[in-house]
């Protein structure tokens, strides 16, 4: 599914974004992550083998959510969900986040840390199936 322009502009002011993954027993697992996009899939980098990257190894449903700046109409705040399905690849956690940095704390802020930088780390691709939420992004009227 090709990732709409105004959900580009969404994620290019660096809005903290709320990824949802499902535990062993059915429970929900929720992080707050920076996010990007990359061939038209959502890209999170993590260092270390953290509980949601296990959980997408097993289990590859996620959503994502995210906040907008703007306001609707009706005075509501947009916000954008992603649904879909999430991959692991190990190695490049770092070089992407080194480039999320530039947008979430600024330009020239080295990101990660020095004493982790040179580990693999994961990247997980999130391949949306559909978008909801308030916004540009589902026309359907509220």
């Known amino acids: 599914m090709e990732i709409p322009q105004v959900v580009h502009e969404l994620v290019a002011t660096g809005p903290l974004a709320h990824l949802t993954t499902l535990n062993a027993d059915g429970s929900p697992q929720v992080s707050v992550v920076w996010v990007g996009i990359q061939d038209d899939e959502f890209v999170c980098g993590h260092m270390l083998e953290q509980q949601k990257v296990k959980n997408v190894r097993r289990d590859a449903r996620v959503v994502l959510s995210l906040l907008g700046r703007a306001t609707n109409a009706k005075g509501l705040?947009?916000?954008?969900?992603?649904?879909?399905t999430a991959a692991i690849t190990e190695g490049g956690?770092?070089?992407?986040?080194?480039?999320?940095?530039?947008?979430?704390?600024?330009?020239?802020?080295?990101?990660?840390?020095?004493?982790?930088?040179?580990?693999?780390?994961y990247i997980l691709h999130l391949t949306p199936e559909r978008f909801a939420g308030i916004g540009p992004w589902n026309p359907r009227p509220r």
């Open 77 to 84: 705040q947009e916000y954008l969900v992603v649904y879909g």
């Open 93 to 121: 956690a770092a070089a992407l986040l080194q480039r999320l940095a530039s947008v979430y704390l600024g330009p020239g802020v080295p990101f990660p840390p020095e004493s982790v930088r040179e580990q693999p780390g």
